[in-house]
């Protein structure tokens, strides 16, 4: 059966769902932070023209378009985990004191790093290749490889251990 992708509608498109989606993130960001006042045609104005100058970057739409659905996974989960607490019987003052942790909120902001990152090298790495000197491999195996080599592993993991050791020596404990 022909789908609306298979008649080439998605080229189309997708550039005009990401626009909208970059516009519509930076005009509620605006709003919210209210950089320039409470003026929401001006913030109006100013997403659209970020959003235009997203639309004409070359490369800009390309990782927006990788690190979009990416982002929308991470939202899915967290959602997810929302839920299954609340099922299981957690009071949404309690999820609130949790999601207002700093543990969690680094492990948020690493995440979302680790995303940014990803989206450079899938779309800006092609470029990075080649050159004089350069052995062909791409940006993205080099990252892997350099990350998951067992010195690395081993040493990241010997600094969490010594780092929860650090925290509970120093947690002081309240007698009641």
Sequence with gaps: MVTLLD????EFLI??????LIYAILYGVLTKVQIFGENKS?????????SALFAVTPGAMEFV???APWFTVLVILAFSFLLVFMFM?????QIREIATDSVVMWTIIIIGIIIVIGGL??????LLVGG????????????????FNIKVLTTVFVLIIFSFAVRLLSYETKLH
């Design 15 to 20: 550039p005009i769902f990401l626009f909208i």
């Design 121 to 126: 090298t899938a779309v800006y790495g092609p």
């Design 132 to 147: 004089p000197g350069s052995t062909g491999t791409s940006p993205g195996a080099e990252i892997h490889r350099s990350i």
């Design 65 to 67: 378009a990788v690190i």
């Design 7 to 10: 008649l080439g509608l998605g």
């Design 89 to 93: 019987g957690i009071k949404t003052k």
């Design 42 to 50: 001006l913030n109006a104005f100013i997403a659209f023209a970020i």
